[in-house]
């Protein structure tokens, strides 16, 4: 019998057959996703910060994270998104693209809102208030816009609610924006993230809190550095100051849009939204030792206003507030270099007011080794010492165009 003809054979030459690796034909093993279901997310700030915000998102763990002109735009999964959006500090909103539909007609709109997956994250436990916009489009109306697409959601939802007129504290919001015949669908997940919960007295112009933490920011404040705002107002720069040394979340506890969607709250993993808090003390946790954060003003009004504030944020423990001029404060003994940051009054007021250009001109005989940062108007004429100093941020605040130097 011949080599290998035999049965004996023939099963050898099998077995060797059976034995060799296996050649894939034509497709490869599945793999498990490392990033499953990630979507696209923007968080929105005032324009001229996007770096920072854009640092602080990537160390929160966004990814493809990237700087457009107010916003930045990243990927997340639902188990990422929720700290990113409880922990941001500087961020104003937090979206979730939802999807982009071409239409020139409401039925065609209707329609093809309808097929977008809202039922997804949404049912009749929710209410969702529906606000559009209209640009360079066949649709231009933006009341009809918005009813149509609160329809299209009603539709896709079963008995999920959707209307044009709710508050917007009641509400989950979704914006519509139609631009050149197409609609960008984004769900707010956060509302607004820049109202902390903790001012009661809004003194005289505040500053808004994530624009007070975004100057923290770019001025190079850390926790370790003492911090002093010798104008400091109803002490919006103290209260950010003092809840980041402390280790405390920005906001006081409060449920989030993002805490009702229903990928959240079918994940065992995901924590219970927190119940709402009056904040007035920070719990029984171990919190780290308190940053020296002292601010002053020579208004008693604006001091109660502060120090109503700290108490709601409970820090009031962790912030020293006196009555003094700016122009009679001077550094802490035995207290190692930090900053002093400043947000004067704007307008005529600054015009007329000696005390910024007095502390500008004396500050480093009077504080040795600190660094000093100051907001002003970008148009505003400010003292040759204070000019000399490095822009680090260049800001709104509404219609206001602002600077930031420091150095």
């Not at 909103?93 to 997804?120: I, N, S, W």
């Not at 600190?370 to 941020?393: F, G, K």
């Amino acid at each position: 019998m011949a080599r290998g003809t035999g049965p004996t054979g023939a099963l050898s030459h099998a077995g060797k057959i059976a034995s060799r690796p296996r050649k894939s034909i034509g497709f490869r093993p599945l793999r498990a996703r490392r990033h499953p279901m990630a979507r696209t997310f923007h968080a929105t700030l005032s324009p001229g910060l996007e770096p920072l915000l854009l640092a602080e998102l990537r160390g929160l763990g966004a990814r493809k994270a990237t700087a457009e002109h107010g916003l930045v735009r990243f990927r997340a999964t639902w188990q990422t998104i929720a700290p990113i959006v409880h922990r941001t500090r500087l961020a104003t909103r937090v979206r979730m693209d939802v999807g982009e539909v071409r239409a020139t007609d409401p039925r065609t709109l209707a329609t093809r809102v309808a097929r977008l997956p809202f039922a997804e994250w949404l049912d009749d436990r929710h209410l969702l208030r529906v606000r559009a916009t209209c640009s360079s489009s066949r649709l231009w109306h933006s009341g009809l816009v918005a009813d149509t697409v609160a329809g299209a959601v009603r539709e896709a939802c079963g008995a999920a609610r959707a209307t044009v007129d709710t508050p917007d504290e009641q509400t989950i919001e979704l914006l519509v924006r139609l631009h050149d015949d197409t609609a960008a669908l984004r769900l707010d997940l956060g509302g607004r993230l820049d109202r902390r919960g903790w001012r009661v007295d809004t003194g005289r112009a505040p500053l808004r809190e994530n624009l007070a933490a975004a100057l923290l920011a770019a001025a190079g404040w850390t926790p370790d550095l003492p911090l002093l705002d010798p104008m400091c107002g109803s002490g919006t720069l103290l209260i950010e100051a003092a809840r980041q040394g402390a280790g405390l979340p920005p906001r006081l506890p409060r449920t989030l849009p993002l805490d009702t969607l229903l990928p959240l709250l079918r994940d065992p993993e995901h924590p219970a939204p927190p119940e709402p808090s009056s904040g007035t003390s920070a719990g029984t946790h171990a919190l780290p030792d308190a940053p020296l954060v002292l601010g002053s003003d020579r208004e008693a009004r604006a001091l109660d206003a502060a120090r109503a504030n700290a108490r709601a944020a409970g820090v009031l423990d962790r912030v020293q507030l006196q009555l003094a001029d700016a122009t009679a404060v001077v550094s802490p003994p035995d207290t190692p270099p930090g900053l002093v940051l400043l947000n004067p009054p704007w307008g005529e007021r600054l015009r007329s007011e000696p005390s910024l250009a007095a502390f500008c001109n004396t500050f480093a005989e009077r504080f040795p080794g600190w660094t000093l940062a100051v907001l002003t108007p970008r148009d505003m004429a400010v003292p040759d010492a204070l000019a000399a100093r490095p822009v680090r941020a260049r800001l709104r605040a509404g219609d206001i165009p602002l600077v930031l130097r420091a150095g």
